[in-house]
């Protein structure tokens, strides 16, 4: 990778590729998650500690059956399942399917067919079909490099059999290493049964070893969430020009543009409009919102046909109600815009409260900031609120109140009351402009 960072933390659609590993294990329902580290080890406890996770320090990398052998003392339940923290789009219903292979006398060993198999172990079976064993690629012959299906390194076998299996590992092969696929032809010399299964595609089971395999599996990430969308009553626009990097509810006729990223937990309702070259992060868009270009939505939630954008800016706290407008260049920050309140351009709200059906003018900002506290903003229902206005918080503007264009409002303004704050205009006749200074 080239990278100061641990492998397995380099990210997938916002999650490092351990990450998913550990998201797909979860729901499992297993007894504990054992990840076994090394490189980078402090680094990958850090980011991903939790309660289930039991971390299992591999001092010296020997090989996978060493790194196995190592998380070996800590293991309490009947079934192993073996993983690889850097190949993370292993499906949950591949590994299901593979669990079912494994019982006292039999072990599940995914394996996949591939065009080039360069670099995998190869399957070795017998004239009947049944595994043998699997020689890895700089141990194999020219009739075993001839094989195509190749061995992914993910296993399910019965644990009472692992302590022994793990005891006569051997590291003489060309790596000099210990080689978890060994246990293969220690189980079949044992008279267990070598059950195979395999993964809807080869990219489930590709691994990461540099910056274009870890793009490619982006990619292929997105268009597998993009198709799964897709199936709930999304239209997507163009799925290569799309990513998921969280965990997103869908309604159904939902329109997505171009190049839409939605992160975090994203809940999208029943025909909502998403424009091109919006952020959706963490955020809940009711029935019917449009959503227009280039808008940054974050920890926000919009009502029922409320509208946000070109170029709309909802930053967390923000909330709009049924039929609210936010139009272009508008920053929303711990804001409420009741009912069919309007914003529509160049504004900056920030700690606000504002009634049904309010309008606030262009240019207008609240001045919610002192250099040490934040203040709140009310503006009761039917309020008008002139162009270029600065509201300095605190400060209530009640029902039906208007104020006049190129105001600084600094105290309450009473229900249906004019507030004019603006320096009474002076003209001088016979002004000059300055002239320039001419130099030399």
């Known amino acids: 990778m080239r990278s100061a960072l641990p492998k397995v933390l380099h990210p ?10 550990i998201h797909s294990a979860r729901q499992l329902d297993p007894q504990r998650i054992h990840v076994v580290i090394g490189h980078g080890a402090d680094a990958v406890r850090e980011r991903l500690a939790a309660d289930d996770l039991n971390f299992v320090l591999q001092d010296k990398q020997l ?14 339940a009947d079934t192993v399942l073996v993983l690889y923290g850097d190949v993370p789009l292993i499906e949950v219903d591949t590994l299901q399917r593979l669990l079912k292979k494994v019982g006292p006398q039999q072990l599940g060993l995914l394996t996949v067919e591939l065009d080039d198999p ?13 595994v043998t064993a699997i020689v890895e690629q700089k141990d194999a012959n020219e009739a075993e490099r001839k094989i195509t299906e190749g061995n992914t390194g ?5 644990f009472a059999r692992l302590g022994d299996w793990m005891s006569r590992l051997s590291n ?26 395999h993964p809807h595609d080869a990219m489930e089971v590709q691994g990461a070893n540099d910056r274009k395999q870890l793009s490619e599996l982006e990619r292929h990430y997105q268009l597998r969430a993009g198709r799964r969308l897709m199936a709930q009553g999304v239209t997507l626009r163009d799925p290569a020009r799309f990513d998921v990097r969280g965990d997103v509810t869908v309604g159904r006729d939902v329109l997505i543009d171009i190049n839409v990223i939605l992160e975090g937990k994203v809940v999208i309702e029943d025909d909502v409009v998403i424009g ?3 952020v959706i992060k963490d955020s809940t868009l009711r029935k019917g919102v449009v959503i227009k270009a280039n808008s940054h939505i974050e920890g926000a939630i919009l009502g029922e046909s409320s509208d946000a954008g070109p170029f709309a800016r909802l930053r967390p706290g923000t909330v709009l109600e049924a039929r609210a407008h936010v139009g272009n260049f508008v920053e929303l920050k711990n804001a409420h815009l009741g009912e069919g ?19 606030i003018g262009a240019g207008t900002i609240t001045c919610n900031y002192d250099g040490a506290n ?25 029902a039906g109140a208007t104020t006049a264009a190129g105001s600084t409002i600094t105290s309450t303004v009473d229900k249906s009351q004019l507030a004019i704050g603006r320096a009474r205009q002076k003209n001088i006749d016979g002004w000059k402009r300055p002239e320039k200074i001419k130099k030399g």
């Open 63 to 76: 090989g996978t059956g060493h790194a196995v052998a190592q998380a070996v003392p800590f293991i309490q």
């Open 341 to 359: 309140a309007k914003a529509g351009h160049l504004t900056y709200l920030g700690d606000a409260e504002v009634g049904a059906r309010t309008n």
């Open 154 to 158: 993910i296993l399910a076998l019965p």
């Open 12 to 21: 997938i659609a916002g999650n490092s590729m351990l990450g998913h590993v």
């Open 172 to 197: 003489n092969n060309a790596q000099g290493e210990y080689y978890l696929t060994d246990i293969i032809a220690m189980a079949v010399s044992d008279g267990l049964v070598v059950a195979t299964e």
């Open 118 to 130: 360069t670099g995998y172990g190869r399957i070795v079976r017998d004239d009947a079909g049944k």
């Open 374 to 398: 934040k203040w709140k903003t009310v503006l009761g229902e039917d309020v008008f609120i002139g162009s270029n206005n600065s509201l300095v918080a605190p400060v209530d503007i009640l």
């Open 276 to 278: 091109p070259n919006c």
